[in-house]
């Protein structure tokens, strides 16, 4: 099975314009419906421990394969 991450693209909220990509990786997931499902939680989880940052939009994908920006 390969890992899955939820790719977020976060934004400053004192500089909405410097912006980068964090990966949260999700285990014991084995669909991108599931990594979907429980990707929310691992989103609130960082979003609460991060509150510098702004989550602009996310999406789930293979840890390693998927390269591209979000």
Known sequence: MTPLSVLLYVC????????????LPISDV???GQCMFWA??????????????KIIRWKCGYA???EEPI
Do not use: F
């Open 12 to 23: 400053l909220l004192s500089d909405p314009n410097q912006c980068e990509e964090r990966r």
């Open 30 to 32: 084995g669909s991108i």
């Open 40 to 53: 929310q939680t691992a989103i609130a989880e960082w979003s609460g421990t991060h509150p510098k940052y």
């Open 64 to 66: 390693k394969l998927d």
